[in-house]
């Protein structure tokens, strides 16, 4: 069997990681891009193919695009999107930069290098462009409004994206993944210093109180619900490999129980359960 490839994106650490050295093992090729050169160099010396890609820079997703496509002979199998950051913050307190700023990484970057592989994944007769969305790309929780709204524009693009596409043998897929042991969290913290200031906010009181000390002190109480990386990877195992992908995947159990409640209550009695 001829050996498949993927790039994936976002593979410092998490879902990435995990993603590439699962399919590594599986006899994928892969392209395991970070937006750092150290996290690449990194990978490299784990024996994984590596450059950097990072979705903020038009010029580094066209270059990124170039490469993967001249390093498999213009013939790449698959995409996972998976690189994205939060800006934690009321919906108030998010100025026009801090959204653009997110945008480009979780949001305009991936679908210009989904555009970038399109012609190659035409020519050659098929593809799988999987995207990781969240929980959260459907059902909103407060302080998460900047990656909320990332989300929800992944999901509404990658369904429109699949419904253009569907006389192609090109997979559009979602994975949506709820609580997932990563660093975005951590990674989250010089955004939040960056673009919300919080000292000045008229809901200041809720930042003392509820998100800073989930933000800077985490509970040493492990969420029952989360589950590590690797639950994401089985997830798009499945979607790359099985003859008849889903549209959707959900990860973690919070996933499965908001899509229920998304179907099955009002907005009012929706948004009763997740101010709870």
Known sequence: MTQRSILITGCSSGIGLDAARTLASRNWRVFATCRQAEDCKRLE?????SFVLDYASPESVAAGADKVLALTHGKLDALFNNGA???????EDLSRDALRHLFETNFFGQFELINALLPAMRQQGQGRIINCSSVLGFAALPFRGAYNASKFAMEGLSDTLRLEL??????IILIEPGPIRTRIRENSIPQF???????????????????????????AKKDRFELPASAVTQKLIHALESDKPRPR???????????ILKRLLSTR?????LLR
């Open 45 to 49: 010396d784990e024996g994984l193919e």
């Open 85 to 91: 950051f939060a800006i934690p913050g009321l919906v």
């Open 166 to 171: 569907s006389d192609t043998p090109i997979h």
């Open 193 to 219: 210093e960056r673009w919300i200031d919080w000292q000045g906010s008229a809901q200041r009181a809720r930042y003392e109180n509820e998100l800073r000390p989930r933000l800077y002190t985490p509970s």
């Open 249 to 259: 995947y959900y990860v973690t159990t919070p996933t499965h129980v908001a899509g």
């Open 269 to 273: 009695m929706l948004d009763k359960v």
